[in-house]
C-alpha cells in the first residue's frame, strides 16, 4: 500500500530502517560525496596519487626483476627473468604514451556528470540520475503534503539542502580532483595492461620458440604477440577491461591501493549505516588499510605477518592446483604468475633491506625525522622551534618524505623507535614496549589517508593540541555551500597568507584558519585578525615563504626547507619542556596569569621573547647555536652525555632540568621570558587577562577566608558542645 511505499521512500531518501534494513538515505549520502569532494579539492591531492600509484606500480616492477635476477642463479629460469625485464623496460619506454592516454582519459572526464566517473575514491552509478529524479518527485508529491507540517517542512529543506550538494559536486570547479583522480587510474590501467601484454608476449614467443614453431625471437614476433594479448582486454564495444585478468587487476588494484577488503569494509559500513555522524573521520579507509598493506610489503622481514606474504612464500605448482581459490585471491591463476610473485617478494625484501640500511644511516647522522615525541604539547612546542616531522637532510636541505609511498612508513618507524629509544633509554624501552608500540603507532595513523582517526582521537584525548572545536571546525568547513573546495580554500589562502596562525581551540579559529585568504583581504570577525605565530628562537614568524615557495608547497606534497640550526638541534636533544613556554606568565611574576586561552596574548609572548637580546646582541637561536659547539661550552656536550649514559642505564627518573645543559637553557629562557613580559605588559589583552588574574586571586583568597571561618566556627561549637 501506499503506507509501506512511502516508508520505503523515505527510507531511501531520507535514511532510517526499513524491513530490518538500516539505510544511510540518499541526502546523507549526497553531503559525504560533497565532503569526499571538498577534501580531495587540494592540489595536492592528485599529485600525490600520481607519485605514490607511480612509486608503487614501476617498484613492483623493478623489484620483480630484482627477485627474478637473484633468483635465476638458484633456479636457472632465464625465461622469466627476461619476461620481468620487458615488463620494466615496458614501464619505462611507454612513459610518453602514458601521458597522451591521460590528456584523453582527463577531457572524457570532464564531460561527464560527476555520478558517472569511477575513481577511488566515488563509485560509478549509470542509473543515478534517474533515482535522483524519481526521489525528488517523491520528496515533492508525498513527502511535502504529509499532514505533519512540521515533518513535511523539515523533508522539504532537507531536499534542497542536498540538491545544493549536488549542484556543487557537479560543478566542475567544485569536483575538479575526483575527474583527475580518475584520469590518472584509468592511465595507470591503460599502462600496467600494455606492460603485461609485454611480458605475455616474451613468454608465448619464448615458447614458441623452444616448441620449435619459430626459430628465433624477433621484434617484428613479440610486437605482433603483444598487439594480439593487448586487444583481448577490449570488447566488441571497444571498451577497455582488465577483469577478465586476474593477476593484472590485482596488480592495478595493489598500485592504486583499491584493493577489496571484505570483511574490514562490510564491519565499517555496517557502523556507517547505524552512524553516519562518524564516516568523516573513516572517508578513506580503504585506501588507509591498503597503504598500510603496501608498506608492510615492502618491509624486511615483517612482511611475514600478512596472509599473502606466508601463502607465496609457501607456494608449490601442487598446492596452487588444490587450492586455486586461494591464489586466486593474490592475481595467481598459473604456475607463471606464483613464480612472479616469488620473485617480486624476494626483490621487495632485497630492496628493503637496502632502504633499511639507508634509513639508519641517516638517522645516526642526525639527518632523519620521525613523528616526533608521544606528548602531544611537546610536539606543537618543537614544531613551533622549527622542527619538521618525516624530514630527510641532503646537506643543508631538508626533504619531506611522507609521500614517498611505499617507503615513508619504514623511514618513520626507525626514527620513532630510535627517538623513543633514544630519549628514554634502551632499558626504559625494553620494560614500557607498548610506549614504543604506541609510537610506531603514532606512525600509521599519522598517514594523510588515516588522518581522520587521529582526529577522532584527538577530539577525546585530554591533553590534545587541537581539541574537538578545531577538528568539527575542519568538517564544517568541508560543508561550505561554495563552490571551491574546502582543501582548495585553504592552499589559496596558504599562497596568499602563508605565515602560520596561533588558534584557540574553538570551531571559529579553525574555520577561519582553513580561509586565510579572508585575514588577507582585510576581513577581521569578530575577533580581530588571526595573530601570527612567531618563531620564539628569532621573532620571525613560522612558515615565512616567499610568493614561489607558497606556490611550490601549495601544489607539491613533497616539502622542501632548510635544514634547522644547531641550536635548534640541541634544544630538541635536550629533553628540556617547552610545553608552558608561552602559556603562561614568567616565574618571577606574583600572579599565576595564563595565556592558554588568547591566542592574541600567546602569539604577543611568542614576539617578544624571540626579539629578546641579552647583552651582547645575541637572540635565543644565536645563544643556543653556541651552546651547541663543544669547543666554546664542552660543560654542556659533556651533560648531554651524562644523560644519555642515564637513560641507558635506565635512570630515567632524573629531572631533566637538573643537568647543566637544561640549567643554562632555562637560564637563558628566564631572562628572555622575564624581559619580553616586561615589553608587552601595557597591551590591552594583557591588561585584560592580568585583571583576570588579580580578580581569580581574590576569589580564591575569599574562599579560603570563608572556608576558614567556617571551620573555626565549627571548632568552637565543638569545643562548647564539649563543654556543656
Not at 6 to 24: H, I, L, P, S
Not at 163 to 184: D, E, H, I, M, Q
Amino acid at each position: 500500500n501506499w503506507q509501506d511505499f512511502d516508508a520505503w521512500m523515505r527510507a531511501k531518501v531520507m535514511g532510517g530502517e526499513f524491513n530490518g534494513k538500516q539505510n544511510v538515505g540518499a541526502v546523507i549520502e549526497e553531503l559525504q560525496s560533497l565532503m569526499v569532494n571538498s577534501i580531495l579539492s587540494s592540489a595536492k591531492t592528485p599529485v600525490r596519487a600520481i607519485i605514490g600509484t607511480t612509486s608503487n606500480a614501476y617498484l613492483n616492477s623493478i623489484n620483480q626483476l630484482l627477485g627474478a635476477s637473484m633468483r635465476v642463479g638458484l633456479t636457472g629460469d632465464t625465461r622469466l627473468f627476461s619476461a620481468s625485464l620487458a615488463h620494466t623496460r615496458g614501464m619505462f619506454e611507454l612513459i610518453p604514451e602514458a601521458f597522451k592516454v591521460f590528456k584523453t582519459n582527463l577531457d572524457a572526464n570532464f564531460s561527464k556528470p560527476i555520478a558517472n566517473v569511477k575513481s577511488r575514491f566515488t563509485e560509478f552509478d549509470r542509473s543515478a540520475e534517474r533515482k535522483w529524479t524519481m526521489y525528488g518527485k517523491a520528496v515533492e508529491e508525498r513527502f511535502s503534503k504529509n499532514p505533519n507540517k512540521v515533518r513535511a517542512m523539515a523533508d522539504a529543506a532537507a531536499w534542497r539542502f542536498a540538491n545544493v550538494a549536488r549542484t556543487l559536486n557537479n560543478n566542475k570547479l567544485f569536483g575538479w580532483s575526483p575527474r583527475v583522480l580518475a584520469s590518472v587510474d584509468d592511465t595507470f590501467r591503460h599502462l600496467l595492461g600494455r606492460a603485461r601484454s609485454k611480458e605475455q608476449a616474451f613468454k608465448q614467443v619464448y615458447d614458441a620458440v623452444d616448441s620449435g614453431t619459430f626459430k628465433e625471437i624477433t621484434p617484428e614476433l613479440l610486437q605482433q604477440a603483444e598487439d594480439l594479448h593487448f586487444n583481448q582486454y577490449f570488447d566488441e564495444f571497444g571498451d577497455y577491461s582488465i577483469d577478465k585478468d586476474k593477476a593484472l587487476q590485482y596488480q592495478f588494484k595493489e598500485a592504486t591501493l583499491t584493493q577489496d577488503i571484505a570483511k574490514f569494509s562490510k564491519g565499517l559500513e555496517s557502523l556507517f549505516s547505524k552512524f553516519p555522524l562518524i564516516r568523516p573521520f573513516f572517508l578513506f579507509a580503504r585506501t588507509g588499510v591498503n597503504g598500510l598493506k603496501m608498506n608492510v610489503k615492502n618491509m624486511p622481514l615483517m612482511s611475514i605477518v600478512l596472509d599473502e606474504t606466508r601463502t607465496v612464500v609457501m607456494g608449490t605448482a601442487a598446492k596452487l592446483k588444490k587450492n586455486p581459490e586461494l591464489y586466486a585471491k593474490y592475481g595467481i591463476e598459473t604456475i607463471d604468475d606464483l613464480k612472479q610473485a616469488q620473485n617480486l617478494l624476494a626483490g621487495r625484501q632485497a630492496m628493503g633491506s637496502a632502504v633499511v640500511a639507508l634509513a639508519a644511516q641517516k638517522y645516526l647522522a642526525g639527518e632523519m625525522t620521525g613523528n616526533g615525541p608521544l606528548n602531544r604539547s611537546q610536539r606543537a612546542m618543537w614544531r613551533d622551534t622549527g622542527w619538521e616531522r618525516k624530514t630527510m637532510s641532503f646537506g643543508g636541505l631538508r626533504i619531506g618524505y611522507q609521500s614517498l609511498e611505499p617507503y615513508d612508513l619504514l623511514f618513520s618507524t626507525i626514527a620513532d623507535i630510535g627517538d623513543n629509544m633514544k630519549l628514554m633509554g634502551p632499558e626504559w624501552a625494553e620494560n614500557r614496549l607498548q610506549q614504543v608500540g604506541l609510537a610506531v603507532a603514532q606512525g600509521f595513523s599519522s598517514k594523510s589517508y588515516l588522518q581522520g582517526i587521529s582526529d577522532l582521537v584527538d577530539i577525546f584525548s585530554p591533553d590534545s593540541t587541537k581539541g574537538w572545536g578545531r577538528v568539527a571546525g575542519n568538517i564544517f568547513n568541508n560543508f561550505a555551500m561554495v563552490p571551491i573546495g574546502g582543501s582548495m580554500r585553504n592552499d589559496i589562502g596558504k599562497i596568499l597568507n602563508p605565515y602560520m596562525r596561533e588558534l584557540n581551540k574553538d570551531i571559529y579559529d579553525s574555520i577561519r584558519n582553513r580561509n586565510l585568504t579572508t585575514e588577507r583581504l582585510g576581513i577581521k570577525g569578530l575577533t580581530g585578525k588571526l595573530p601570527i605565530k612567531y618563531d620564539i628562537l628569532n621573532g620571525e614568524p613560522l612558515r615565512d615563504w616567499n610568493f614561489i615557495e607558497s606556490m611550490f608547497n601549495a601544489v607539491s606534497p613533497v616539502s622542501f626547507s632548510l635544514k634547522p640550526s644547531p641550536g635548534r638541534d640541541l634544544l630538541h636533544r635536550s629533553q628540556y619542556d617547552l610545553r608552558t613556554t608561552v602559556t603562561s606568565a614568567p616565574a618571577g611574576v606574583d600572579l599565576k596569569v595564563d595565556l592558554s586561552s588568547s591566542n592574541v596574548a600567546r602569539s604577543l609572548f611568542q614576539k617578544a621573547i624571540g626579539d629578546y637580546k641579552d647583552g651582547k646582541g645575541r637572540n635565543l637561536e644565536q645563544i643556543f647555536n653556541e651552546y651547541a659547539d663543544p669547543e666554546l661550552y664542552p660543560e654542556i656536550a659533556e651533560s648531554l652525555a651524562e644523560m644519555q649514559r642515564d637513560l641507558k642505564n635506565g635512570l630515567d627518573n632524573t629531572e631533566p632540568r637538573s643537568y647543566r645543559h637544561n640549567q643554562l637553557i632555562d637560564k637563558a629562557f628566564s631572562k628572555a621570558k622575564a624581559k619580553a613580559w616586561s615589553s608587552i605588559q601595557d597591551h590591552p589583552e594583557i591588561i585584560r587577562l592580568v585583571q583576570e588574574a588579580k580578580n581569580q586571586t581574590i576569589q580564591n583568597n575569599e574562599a579560603a577566608r570563608k572556608s576558614g571561618e567556617h571551620f573555626q566556627n565549627q571548632t568552637t561549637e565543638i569545643i562548647q558542645l564539649k563543654n556543656k
